[in-house]
């Protein structure tokens, strides 16, 4: 059974940074692209970055500049790394496969820019 769990949100001041952390079990994560997704209140979920198993990258344009995906194969983890927050960024991250599969939608993880 294939599980997503999400990590490293929080509260954070505009302009501030975070870091976030996904670590897959089971077998999916070498063979599949991974994306990082958000959920603002009122919104549809979003696809905001994604990276391949090979390590090319595309982000929305909202976050292009700001936002660095990267992926650790070896301990199956996919990060996210946000810089320049700004409000609006604020949302409930998930990542996923790129494209997402229903099945393997986690918690997620609540990221809140406000000072």
């Known amino acids: 059974q294939v599980q997503l769990v999400e990590s490293g949100g929080g509260l954070v001041q505009p302009g501030g940074s975070l870091r976030l952390s996904c670590t897959a079990s089971g077998s999916i994560f070498s063979i599949n692209a991974m994306g990082w997704y958000r959920q603002a209140p009122g919104k549809q979920r979003e696809l905001v970055a994604a990276?391949?198993?090979?390590?090319?990258?595309n982000y929305a344009d909202s976050v292009k500049g700001r936002f660095t995906i990267s992926r650790d194969n070896a301990k199956n983890t996919v990060y996210l790394q946000m810089n320049s927050l700004k409000p609006e960024d604020t949302a409930v991250y998930y990542c996923n496969t790129e494209p997402a599969e229903y099945a393997y939608w986690g918690q997620g993880t609540q990221v809140t820019v406000s000072s």
């Open positions: 990276i391949t198993s090979g390590g090319s990258t």
